[in-house]
């Protein structure tokens, strides 16, 4: 079962929304509460004006001849007016409940008086409608007394709520526009403070990124927190772990060299030496020095592969000639060229690339290693290096069997060859590793005339010198060779 993807998270997003969530939450619950409160504030502010209007109508009333009675003028409700925009309605009910004056279409009061009242009185205020509107209803128990009679009547005054509605309204505009100002402010100053804080850490990702493939020195970023301290700390650890590790690899390469060459070549010499000798003891001694060759072949492309990554870090690359390179090659291999009796052709126009000697050389080397040993005695050997706008090109062309379905499978695979006695497996394997460090492209397929397979062609494509490594695709993008 293959492990869960663990999406990476952002850290910034992470801090600000721990930090904003809760401050917004809070702002609206203080929004609420502060609504509630106005609107409080708003009722308790307004019934007064009713209880002072229920109780002016109160002070009105007398009896007369038995009755109660109420002179009660427009003015008296309108002075309690809040605004043009409201409406003000009453209602009297004498001592046993009875319609006395006003609007006898107003509902009468059906509740009871609170036992702990907000006001000296014996009053209850309470949301009704009336007419088709909401009125808030103030219900006054009004004591009346006379020289005939005395009782208790009931005052019901009634306000439209258009004021208290649109006053409730800009009270919650207004609540909402500032607390969207402070959470902006907030949102603002958060997002501030937190890319400060993180901007360390864009330090220290921007100094990793500046280096180069092999610099493991350690990191420096003055001004760093005291919480990234043991960070870069533990970081610098592990490069003096890694860059012993490559040290320790180095000298390795540089011993083994030393170490496996010497002894292959004292013993091929005495190999060499002994054939000189009994006749009887020849063919054994020729199988050994075939052993023997394949040892030290196979000693130094293994040391070849090795010495790839450390050539890397050895130092800048420099802008070569690819054409002298692969002149210099071709010289070193002219005696197998000509054993095998070849047509060899070379058309080298000057080309630069980006890149080491070591690795061109080596590059070169291998590929037409390759195509001499497959091409047949008296067959044809061809060589180009061409500059070209998308970047330089070193083809070789043999004149060899082609690749079969086989060796299409096992491409660039090390120890993979199709010569068991002569060849080690790695010289493709070499060649993708070169190219792939010099950002090269290589490309090998079967090389058609007349309908059939007349050989073999190893093409590489280097990026522009000024473009550098990394920028073509990579080797080995077409599998079509052979090790």
């Not at 929004?31 to 009722?43: D, E, F, G, M, P």
């Not at 070569?320 to 009796?341: C, F, G, Q, T, Y």
């Not at 080309?351 to 005695?377: D, G, I, K, Q, Y």
């Not at 120890?415 to 950002?439: D, M």
């Amino acid at each position: 079962m293959s492990p869960a993807v663990v999406r990476a998270h952002s850290l910034r997003r992470y801090l600000l929304a721990w930090i904003i969530a809760p401050i917004a939450l809070f702002v609206v619950v203080d929004t609420v509460s502060l609504y509630r409160s106005a609107l409080k504030s708003i009722h308790l502010a307004y019934d007064r004006s009713l209880l002072a209007s229920a109780r002016s109508i109160g002070e009105l009333l007398q009896v007369r001849q038995g009755r109660l009675q109420a002179d009660v003028p427009y003015a008296a409700l309108e002075i309690f007016e809040a605004s043009t925009a409201s409406r003000m309605y009453y209602r009297i009910d004498g001592f046993g409940g009875e319609f006395v004056s006003g609007y006898e279409d107003l509902p009468p009061y059906r509740g009871r008086i609170p036992q702990l009242p907000v006001y000296a009185a014996l009053v209850d205020f309470y949301d009704a409608e009336f007419r088709g509107e909401r009125v808030r209803m103030a219900a006054l128990y009004q004591p009346v007394a006379s020289a005939e009679a005395r009782g208790v009547a009931r005052v019901q005054v009634a306000e439209t709520l258009e004021v208290r509605e649109r006053l409730a309204r800009e009270i919650l505009v207004d609540t909402l526009v500032r607390q969207a100002l402070l959470l902006l402010v907030v949102t603002l100053v958060t997002w501030t403070v937190v890319t400060r804080a993180l901007r360390p850490l864009e330090s220290l990702r921007g100094a990793l990124l500046e280096r180069g493939p092999h610099g493991l020195e350690p990191v420096a970023v003055p001004g760093l927190p005291q919480e990234l301290q043991p960070l870069v700390q533990a970081l610098n650890e592990l490069m003096r772990r890694v860059r012993r590790s490559v040290e320790h690899q180095r000298r390795f390469v540089r011993d083994a060299s030393h170490q496996l060459r010497t002894p292959l070549a004292v013993l091929k010499t005495q190999v060499q030496n002994a054939l000189r000798g009994s006749p009887s003891a020849r063919e054994p001694l020729v199988e050994m020095e075939r052993t023997v060759d394949r040892a030290v072949a196979l000693a130094n492309q293994m040391l070849a592969l090795a010495k790839v990554e450390q050539v890397q870090g050895e130092g800048p690359m420099e802008h070569l000639d690819l054409a002298e390179s692969v002149r210099e090659v071709a010289l070193e291999l002219a005696p197998l060229i000509a054993e095998k009796n070849l047509d060899f052709e070379l058309d080298a126009r000057r080309a630069t690339v980006l890149a080491h000697p070591w690795m061109l050389r080596e590059l070169a080397r291998n590929l037409l290693h390759n195509a001499v040993r497959e091409s047949p005695m008296g067959g044809s050997l061809r060589v180009i290096v061409e500059p070209a706008e998308e970047g330089p090109r070193f083809i070789v062309r043999d004149s060899g069997p082609g690749i079969s379905a086989a060796v299409r499978a096992h491409l660039f695979e090390p120890f993979h060859t199709t010569h068991p006695n002569t060849g080690s497996g790695l010289g493709l394997t070499i060649c993708k590793e070169i190219c792939a460090s010099l950002g090269a492209e290589l490309r090998l397929a079967d090389r058609m005339e007349d309908g059939r397979v007349a050989g073999v062609e190893a093409a590489v494509r280097f990026p522009p010198p000024a473009q550098g490594p990394g920028a073509a695709t990579g080797a080995g993008e077409h599998p079509d060779g052979r090790s």
